[in-house]
């Protein structure tokens, strides 16, 4: 049983995110501990981790060698600033990153999570446009179902017309959209990258007429969306988007946040599909999700471009107080170590076959429309109840939990995305679990 009660305090103060908080405190979902595959409960029930927590602890929970070196850094240095001041754990770590990186971006600028990171990234761009002398390119075009995180630039740019429309006209100016690229008619049930839709990228020829070249300073998009429910790129799509940005001299910024850190097998999805983005932005398994942290990365041309004018001038106003953090870069550190020591990322490639077997062993089960995976990532969307959209996605999920699986919800799409350290017993268990609640909701 759990060493501790269920908390007594009330649960009226915490305001949680992104929570329908008046249904969750009416019956709390509260975890504990975690370990491995595994997180337990406050009943003491023990719960596979299909998410690995949100899409963030890679290398599967408790890492001694992460809990160590935090351990460790926490009590030789706390904190130190690095605004004109530093101390070596950045600098080691930005030189470690940039050795996975796709080739050519190795200046890193950190950042506290994948929300600032977006924000980052569109400042980059527009500074950088701004410092080649193509002040005029001012426009950001994001895409419809894209989440980059809550900040006003990420929800501006982002697609998920829930997180934008209490926010009004305080949205970014001069922000466009490309269409998504989720086509259930044309590519349902497709097994890896869908075989259509790289027209879809054309649409961004259609907006360079629209605006003008000479207006638009970067295009961001996820390479694979994860939390509008696991949207894959068609086949083609993301180098025609890399031909068509570099052709009128748009930026492409990558949002890695989920995909970073093997999730669809290599370091980034940028090399599991061959395409280089100027810009990229992760977080999550930065740190196996142990310390809040994010990381983006540009390449030594933009950078450059920045290190110009006297020496003793600030080049980018831009930064956070915990840029860089000394107990962050501990445990990203710690979680790189790990990472390239079990060759982590080498899994999510050689298990995705099994992952799809499973997967697509649920195809015929009641309600299901569509099976999305790649990597080790898989999005099962369901015909929406006819209470509403979302209901069944929600009582999947549901179930899922009391039946000992965290599953995460989007709509009526159902996301996993196991830790990489995943065993196909794990994935069969994971299996039976879904199916189960499937057949029930
Ligand atoms: C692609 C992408 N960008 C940005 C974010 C925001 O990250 P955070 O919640 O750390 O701010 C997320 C979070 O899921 C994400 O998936």
Redesign the pocket.
């Known amino acids: 049983m759990a060493n501790h009660p269920r908390p007594a305090a009330s649960a009226e103060h915490f305001w949680m995110p992104f929570t329908a908080n008046r249904q969750f405190k009416a019956s709390p979902r509260l975890l504990e501990s975690a370990e491995g595959m595994y997180y337990t409960d406050t009943d003491g029930r023990q719960v596979i981790d299909g998410t690995a927590g ?2 963030c602890c890679n290398a599967g929970h408790g890492r001694r060698e992460i809990t160590e070196a935090v351990s460790r850094q926490i009590a030789r240095m706390d904190f130190a600033p690095t605004f004109q001041m530093g101390h070596p754990l950045p600098f080691e770590l930005a030189e470690r990153l940039a050795e996975i990186a796709p080739a050519g971006l190795n200046r890193v600028f950190f950042t506290n ?6 924000d980052t990234a569109l400042k980059v761009a527009l500074a950088y446009q701004r410092a080649i002398g193509q002040g005029s390119r001012t426009r950001l075009i994001g895409r419809e179902l ?6 006003f630039g ?1 929800i501006s740019v982002g697609g998920m017309g829930n997180n934008r429309k209490a926010f009004g006209s305080s949205l970014l100016p001069g922000v466009d959209h490309l269409p998504h690229t989720l086509d259930l008619t044309r590519n349902a049930f497709t097994r890896g990258l869908p075989e259509h839709g790289v027209e879809l990228a054309d649409e961004l020829e259609r907006l360079v007429i629209l605006h003008g070249a000479e207006n638009i300073a970067a295009v961001i998009v ?1 390479p694979m ?3 509008a429910g696991v949207i894959l790129p068609p086949q083609g799509y993301l180098q025609r988007l890399r031909e068509i940005t570099r052709k009128h001299g748009i930026l492409l910024i990558f ?5 970073g850190f093997g999730r669809v097998g290599e370091a980034f999805a940028a090399q599991r599909w061959g395409v280089t983005p100027d810009i990229l ?1 992760c ?2 398994g930065l740190t196996n999700g142990a310390v ?1 942290m ?1 990381a983006v990365f540009v390449s030594e041309q933009i950078h450059e471009a920045f290190m110009q004018g006297p020496e003793g001038a600030i080049e980018f106003f831009h930064g956070y107080t915990y840029s860089g953090h000394p107990v962050a870069c501990a445990a990203a550190l710690a979680t790189q170590e790990i990472y390239q020591r079990e060759n982590l990322f080498q899994k999510a490639i050689e298990l995705e076959p099994y992952w799809q077997d499973a997967l697509f062993s649920l195809q015929d089960l009641p309600n299901v429309t569509d099976i999305r995976t790649v990597g080790l990532v898989a999005g099962i969307q369901f015909a929406p109840h006819a209470d509403g959209a979302g209901k069944r996605g929600y009582e999947v999920f549901r179930r899922c939990f009391e039946d000992g699986l965290l599953a995460r919800a989007s709509g009526d799409t159902i996301a996993l995305s196991p830790a990489l350290i995943v065993e196909r017993e794990h994935i069969d268990a994971m299996i039976e679990r879904l199916a189960d609640a499937i057949r029930k909701s």
């Open positions: 949100l899409w999570s994948g929300s600032e990171s977006a894209a989440y980059h995180g809550v900040g990420g996820e969306s994860g939390s949002d890695e946040v989920i995909t932005t977080a999550k809040p994010g």
